[in-house]
């Protein structure tokens, strides 16, 4: 029952022999256990040094309260396995080195077929600590509402790792993407949306990225795993370029005062400024393509813009979105 805490049968034995006595002596623990004396003197030296029972002097022991002492011991084996987690990502590091100076063609792997790709995304997710980069443009293999993207973000927002993602404006112009996207933001995503996106990339703790190379069925999809190398920071030098030109996309908190947008302007110009079609933006806000242009050109009215991009970076810069 004991084991997973790292003590052994035996020694859970005559913890419980203990356990059930106010005080009892080694010798009356042989005779109980029929246990030799040098056996029995180890597992007591190791149950007190775990701190389960304590010496009373002479040869007598007492039981401390298991509640305290387990509890006790169940947190340092958690703290335990922390450690080993995070030493499993430095034993992985070394390791693929090793194989990288033996056979340098191993710095790019090839994954093929949706469900090793899912696989080995989520291995790299599992492992990451600190940030992650992503390019996201459709042809998606899944169908968007068959992938929980807010289960997958949650874990990660809330363990403290950086998500920081450009969205092409494809991807925004599915039905109910950017509701979850918005969600995402509230999470803690930061979130930004260009015309397009060069690339669908995920970078991982700046040491490992995946890159898509066919977006084909579900057996044909392929992608390359790309390793710590030259090419790694040309792809990040890339994402951060185009962060740089990116607009925000941010939840719908604003007021209403006479120099602020309202929700829905608000929403209009952050569509706009993703370059959204009219069309599109209809959708998104549930209304017919007349009254959405009516309201994107009261929108680029207000911010003085005469292009749709202009309106979208007029309308941060002025601290509307």
Known sequence: MLEALGISPFEEQVYRAVLRRAEVSSAELATVLDATARMLGRTLSRLESLGLIRSTGRGRYRPASPEATIERLIFQHRAGLAQARAAVAELVDDFRLGNLQAHPSGLIETVVGAAAISLRLSELERLTTTSIMTFDRPPYTQQFGEFDEVGVERPLLES????????????????????????????????????????????YDDQVGVIMLVAGTVETEAAAIIHRSSLLDALIALFEAHWSLASPIVPDSHGTGADELTEQEAVVA????????????????????????????????????????????????????
């Open 160 to 203: 403290g790792v950086e998500i920081r993602a450009i969205y092409d404006t494809a991807a925004l112009e599915l039905p109910g993407r950017l509701a979850v996207i918005t969600e995402l933001v509230r999470l803690g995503e930061q979130a930004r949306a260009l015309p397009t996106v060069p690339v669908k990339l995920r970078v």
């Open 270 to 321: 952050r569509l706009l400024g993703a370059g959204l079609t009219d069309q599109a933006i209809a959708r998104q806000l549930g209304i017919s393509s007349r009254t959405a242009r009516r309201r994107i050109a009261m929108v680029m009215e207000r911010l003085g813009a005469t292009t749709r991009f202009e309106a979208g970076v007029a309308a941060v810069r002025r601290g509307w979105l």
